[in-house]
């Protein structure tokens, strides 16, 4: 699968991240590439939705990664701040990737080499300049399921 969709606002962004939650089964790993602001702690709420998460989902990047319960266990993990798998690995958090059991969403995995290349499914985000602010442009999504 590869499909490309332009999110207009993060309610559309959010909507996504529900659809493609449909598609998700124990021990995927999902890809979110993309610039700071792009919309990936948006796409992983809607993720969060589509798995009948309710706990509020919050960015993880002070804790590296927190789970949710729901439909499959969401580990929502925030890789910026890692170097290596090794370091990954030092904290534990080689166990989700991939994940026993529930899925793991990853912001920044191109931080760490390799870790796009084992994701199941590749979501990149980036943001069309259409001469507005940030705050309201476009973003196109390509989702790609390896
Ligand atoms: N089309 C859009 N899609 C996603 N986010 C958008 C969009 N337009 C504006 N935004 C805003 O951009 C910001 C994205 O933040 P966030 O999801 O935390 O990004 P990231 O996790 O990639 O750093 C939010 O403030 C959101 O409201
Ligand atoms: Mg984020």
Request: aromatic share 4%; charged share 25%.
């Amino acid at each position: 699968m590869n499909k490309t969709i332009i999110a207009h606002t993060p309610t559309e962004m959010e909507e996504i991240g529900i659809e493609l939650a449909s598609i998700l089964t124990d021990g995927m790993v999902v890809s979110l590439v993309g610039p700071l602001g792009a919309g990936k702690t948006t796409l992983t709420k809607g993720i969060a939705k589509g798995l009948l998460i309710t706990d509020v989902v919050v960015s993880p990047s002070y804790m590296i990664a927190r789970s949710y319960e729901g439909r499959l266990c969401m580990h929502h993990i925030d890789a910026y701040r890692v170097s290596s798998l090794d370091e990954l690995a030092e904290v534990g958090l080689d166990e989700y990737l991939p994940p026993e059991s529930g899925i793991s969403v990853v912001e920044w995995p191109d931080r760490i080499e390799g870790l796009v290349d084992i994701s199941h499914i590749k979501v990149t985000i980036e943001l069309l300049d259409s001469g507005l602010s940030e705050f309201d442009e476009d973003r196109r999504v390509n989702i790609s399921k390896q």
